[in-house]
């Protein structure tokens, strides 16, 4: 077959397993039938098609390969030594990215109405090798003065990793669906009452009905909007700590990565 050809493009690797963001100038171009595909180096056929044999942590262009465990700087999930890789953050400084993190980065950048990357759910339900399961969380509250009956009430507003990587400093806006698993763990940790106050109830704002905040006293809808800006204020100014800790969960990673990045790369609101 000869020498395979370098890679000029950036593009997921063809490998069905594999899903690695390789960078322009990584890896290799393979063709199949009409179409030049792309592979990871660790993936790359050999001269005879079957795959090479290449070291696990061979790099993905402007990606390095992770040799430290740690947290994952998006989603927080702790990640092994030779899993995930090394990308640059905000300060010019390399983090750990998982696995999940690192494609969702890619679609989003590459995504846009054609949605090329199909319907298939951007969250995997199988937890990548070396990728922790689960991630303990914060599930955050604010008090505040109902607006109907003058009582104060509680309202569950944020979520936040109990043990957050460096770069992870936003607690994330608890949405209608996150509100869907929360409840029952209020429930379970003898927080009824609160857990009772999150049903459906319909708002004049969104035009609908959706699974809301309300006031433990008279019921009133506590709408997204207010609770919101009055928790990101809270916490511009003071941080995440202005908020109270109602509880602390163990999730599996998928369930807030979802928070984290939604199904195709839109995640939940940031309290910031």
């Known amino acids: 077959m000869g020498r395979l050809p370098s890679n000029k493009y950036a593009a997921v690797c063809a490998a069905g397993h594999c899903e690695v963001y390789v960078q322009a100038g990584a890896g290799v171009r393979v063709r199949r039938g009409d179409r030049w595909l792309v592979y990871c180096p660790a993936d790359a056929p050999q001269e005879g098609g079957a795959a090479a044999v290449q070291p696990a942590d061979a790099a993905t262009g402007g990606s390095a390969a992770n040799r430290f465990a740690g947290l994952c700087m998006e989603c927080s999930v702790q990640v092994e030594a030779g899993a995930g890789v090394l990308v640059p953050d905000d300060d010019g400084k390399r983090g750990v990215q998982c696995p999940v993190c690192q494609v969702v980065a890619f679609r989003c950048e590459r ?3 054609s949605d090329q990357f199909g319907t298939d759910p951007w969250i995997p339900d199988v937890v990548p090798p070396g990728c922790a399961p689960a991630v303990s969380l914060r599930i955050l509250a604010l008090s505040r003065e109902c607006w109907k009956c003058k009582e104060s009430t509680v309202c569950v507003v944020g979520l936040y990793p109990s043990r957050p990587a460096r770069t992870d400093r936003c607690a994330r806006w608890v949405d209608k669906h996150a509100r869907a698993w929360v409840k029952p763990l209020l429930a379970g940790a003898r927080f009824e009452k609160i857990a009772e106050s999150i049903k459906p109830r319909w708002s004049s704002t969104a035009n609908g009905r959706y699974l809301s905040n ?9 709408g997204d909007f207010p609770v919101e ?5 809270l916490v511009r100014e003071d941080g995440v700590d202005a908020l109270d800790t109602l509880l602390v969960v163990e999730v599996p990673a998928a369930v807030w990565q979802r928070v984290v990045h939604g199904e195709r790369g839109s995640g939940s609101a940031l309290l910031m």
């Open 111 to 113: 995504w846009d109405d």
């Open 214 to 222: 309300g006031c433990q006293h008279c019921d009133a809808l506590q």
């Open 229 to 233: 800006e009055e928790a990101s204020d």
